[in-house]
DNA sequence: CGCCGACTTGAATTCCTTCAAGTACGGTGG
DNA sequence: CCACCGTACTTGAAGGAATTCAAGTCGGCG
């Protein structure tokens, strides 16, 4: 919505914001030199956003990416019965919006959760990029694919979990992801959603929520004063909330996988 | 599981499973004559799944899509307390293991409903082909895509409707996709899963969605006798379901769009 | 004909929602 | 500094949607 945009156009690529999405897709996909500098060399512009501002509407194009610089955000559905479900949680190095670039209307909101920054490029550009380097189209690729990996693994948290395990769910998975993007440890960390927000990600109403935060408090299995989490025990809490961590596919693919060797470039 | 191979190696590409594949995302996609000949070109092997056989199993790496040729197949996940979730259905034209392109073990599982024909190829081939061709490229890339739109719908679905609208979004859901898979009318078919399976795909019980079957006939929403279902009035039962198609992304993207101009090839 | 899986029905229970108040907290302005 | 305000959180009681358990029926197939 309100982007106060600083057009603080691609100067000291070294740690910018270009960098962060480098070094996110260098968590699961190699990235060569020469694809890495080019994507560094794209243009883009920084911007914030208040809390609940919306980063993408359903219904509009989307020419510009936005990488998450700091704060989180949520991708969200509504339902004609007035409901919410929050589908996706973006953090730091998240991108929201590329899909912008393939389809001319968005299928989902992204919304900010508190305050976020950001760093917007342009779709025609970092497509025109992506297919300059095969191996950074591979990385962009592989993350839409880890993406749709774990909309299928919410579908089954919401589906097939009672509450308790997807709230515990949600936390357990939050937390990895906080860790594996590099905010800190994964079992002790500021919730960045009321919990309405939580009640909407896990489709639970928010007197509910309330309810199994207590009971899991209570059996010991997490502690909370306001939105502040500590998951006690790890190993504990991942069975109770039938966690395993394999669908984010947090490990980079061996040198020898397809679309590692087959891809010129 | 059992694949009976019968090595049918790529002779008379006109109508052949690639030409079923080629067309599938000719309906989203420009192809380029020179890339959907190249994809034309790939080796297949066809073969056959018994009902409730896996062509893909959670876990393993995946080296060959396998290409829906006909019958109906399903992406499903398992939770520790023993519930299956049904993630996505596949039909004529889908891909089903293409993710192993990029990742070393599968998410999820793919499993037959009712008999099912499909054609093999090697991933490797595939994954070198798309990147000799860009526009062959965006194009399964926008396929993977419109599956990840696809899965935020059913969180939204399994997440914010009621058992009703739940189901009936399926109904609806299933009728439209099978349309524009060009298999017939998409207020009138045989649905390719038993109550039980429906259930797991919509988050319930095989009882309950048996109930809520039954509601819908009272309603005279739809007609069934057995699995076959025919939806009396399209506009009131999109309506009742809260169904609107656009997450389904059924439209070309036009001409100007940044993946259809920005990409060399 | 008899069997098996899929479907159907009923009754009891449970998990979660709804409604309705109340409390704590952080920010704002006097 | 404190009174005020709004938002988020908390609590209780009642209701309802969906589950569970258990039994029965239907239909296709060997």
Redesign the pocket.
Known sequence: MKMEAITNVGRKAGSGPLALLADRLARHSQLPAAARRALLALPFTRCRFEPKAFLLLEGEKSLASHILLSGFAQRNKLAGSGGRQIVALLMKGGLAGFEGAFFPAADHNVQALGTVEAAAIPNRALVAVAFAHPMLAAALWRESLIEASVAREWILNVGRR???ARILHLLCEFGLSRELAGLGAGDRFELPM???ELADAT??????V?????GLSGEGLIERQ??RIRIVDRRRARRAADFSPAYLHPHKAPGESAAATDIPG
């Open positions: 009672d509450a308790r009321s919990q309405e489709g639970l109403t928010a007197v509910h309330n309810r199994v935060l207590q306001r939105r």
